[in-house]
C-alpha cells in the first residue's frame, strides 16, 4: 500500500493497536490522542465503547453503526462518536484516516 503520510507523521511513535494490516502513528497530548490510521486489509471492528472520537476520512471507506444508525463516511468526510456511544464497523484495505480520541491513554505506543 503507497503510504500516505509524510515523515514527521511517519517519525511519530507506532501506536499499539491489535488490528490486523494496520500502520498507526500516535501523537501524545497531555488529555487526549491523535492517531493517524492506515489498513491494507478489510478489518470488522465489534461492538464497543470509549470516551468520544472525532475521525477524519483521508482515503477510501468505513461502514459505522452509532447507537444503531449505520452511515458510510469517504474520503473528505467526517464522524464524531460521542463518549459512551456503542459503535462497531467495517474498514475497508486502503482506508485512511486521523483521528482524534479524547482520552490520553486510549492507546499505548508500541514497544
Known amino acids: 500500500m503507497l503510504k500516505i503520510f509524510p515523515e514527521p507523521v511517519i517519525n511519530l511513535p507506532e501506536a499499539d493497536i491489535p488490528?490486523?494490516?494496520?500502520?498507526?502513528?500516535?501523537?501524545?497530548g497531555e488529555n487526549h490522542q491523535i492517531i493517524f490510521m492506515e489498513f491494507a486489509e478489510d478489518?470488522?471492528?465489534?461492538?464497543?465503547?470509549?470516551?468520544?472520537?472525532?475521525?477524519?476520512?483521508?482515503?477510501?471507506?468505513?461502514?459505522?453503526?452509532?447507537?444503531?444508525?449505520?452511515?458510510?463516511?469517504?474520503?473528505?468526510?467526517r464522524y464524531f462518536i460521542p463518549k459512551g456511544?456503542?459503535?462497531?464497523?467495517?474498514i475497508f484495505a486502503g482506508y485512511a484516516d486521523m483521528t482524534l480520541f479524547n482520552q490520553k491513554d486510549r492507546y499505548k505506543e508500541k514497544r
Do not use: C, F, M, R
Open 19 to 28: 488490528l490486523k494490516g494496520i500502520s498507526a502513528y500516535l501523537s501524545q
Open 43 to 77: 478489518i470488522d471492528l465489534p461492538e464497543h465503547l470509549h470516551e468520544s472520537q472525532w475521525g477524519i476520512v483521508l482515503e477510501g471507506k468505513i461502514e459505522l453503526t452509532i447507537d444503531g444508525v449505520k452511515n458510510t463516511y469517504v474520503k473528505g468526510d
Open 85 to 90: 456511544a456503542k459503535h462497531s464497523g467495517k
